[in-house]
């Protein structure tokens, strides 16, 4: 590394809707045969994908962005 060069920082993924999906960089929340699942990578040691269903009116605060993924895992109280 050189001084005087400019640095420059990775963009962070943006969050993309389809008409049944939202998805982040680790994270879903998914419309599948009248239900909704909310699945995300668990930072547990040996963890993995972890899977969960949520309301409705969830799915469409997240999709509307009023509700992030964080807020999932707090109402839901899952870790």
Do not use: Q
């Not at 409705?56 to 964080?70: H, K, Q």
């Amino acid at each position: 590394m050189k001084f005087g060069k400019k640095v420059t920082v990775p963009k962070t993924s943006e969050i993309k809707r389809e008409k049944n999906r939202v998805t982040g960089p680790t994270w879903s929340v998914e419309r599948v045969d009248g239900k909704v699942f909310y699945e995300y990578m668990s930072g547990e040691l040996a963890g993995g994908i972890k899977r969960y269903e949520i309301s409705e009116e969830d799915f469409a605060a997240v999709y509307a962005g009023e509700m992030t993924d964080y807020d999932l895992l707090l109402k839901y109280n899952l870790s």
